[in-house]
């Protein structure tokens, strides 16, 4: 995996009020779109249900690192990171899918460029 | 998956000066190393190598979320993410296996508790 510094943006978000959150096909679905609309490339989608109504643990392996949910439909959270790498991929449009995809309310988010340039920044 | 509110940890780390980055075995062993000293469950490790001495990117999914490696062995930096629910896990702990395995030195940390409650600590 090759990188620009500077490049690697890791954005957080814990969503709520969220639905489907214990459909294996959507969530595998809503990894794969969310990549897409990322400009990411998926290696691979990884997704484990916990059984009957409770949560899926999802993750895409991404030529340019990950996108994971983790979901709790008994309070209707799930819990999403996009980490990707290089100047042509968007995070935020990833995010965008995903939290349509859910119907979701975005609680709070987190943005991280990772590596060799460290600066977050909090939106609440 | 269940989770008591408050008890979902996210630990970031960037590493650098790190060795062994390009050695799958070791990454995914580090993995399983780490899920077991942070007193987590793994239910599938998922490692891929981008090719002779360039990076690997490394997935556990955990009972308790998951923890992510991503390596850049030109640069010698490791991007480390442990995501962890319930309050008998610790993320320090897998966090200094994986620190140890790859000899490297932190540069930099985040600690996000997740979801219900979302408070950020940065260690610099």
Redesign the interface.
């Given at each position: 995996?090759?990188?620009l510094p500077g490049t690697?943006v890791?954005l957080?978000a814990?969503l709520s009020h969220a639905t489907g959150l214990s459909d294996l096909a959507l969530i595998e679905a809503t990894l794969r779109q969310a990549a897409l609309a990322a400009g990411a490339k998926v290696?691979?989608v990884?997704v484990?249900a916990?059984g009957g109504d409770?949560?899926v643990?999802g993750?895409a392996?991404?030529?340019e690192?990950?996108i994971?949910i983790?979901?709790?439909p008994?309070?209707g959270?799930a819990?999403i990171?996009l980490?990707v790498?290089g100047k042509e991929v968007n995070a935020e449009c990833g995010l965008a899918v995903i939290v349509e995809n859910f119907a979701a309310v975005i609680?709070?988010t987190?943005r991280?460029e990772?590596?060799?340039k460290?600066i977050?920044t909090?939106n609440e």
């Open positions: 995996m090759t990188h690697s890791h957080i814990d290696l691979s990884h484990h916990f409770m949560g643990t993750i392996l991404l030529a690192s990950h994971s983790h979901t709790w008994e309070t959270e819990a990171d980490f790498c609680n709070q987190f991280i990772r590596l060799s460290n977050l909090e």
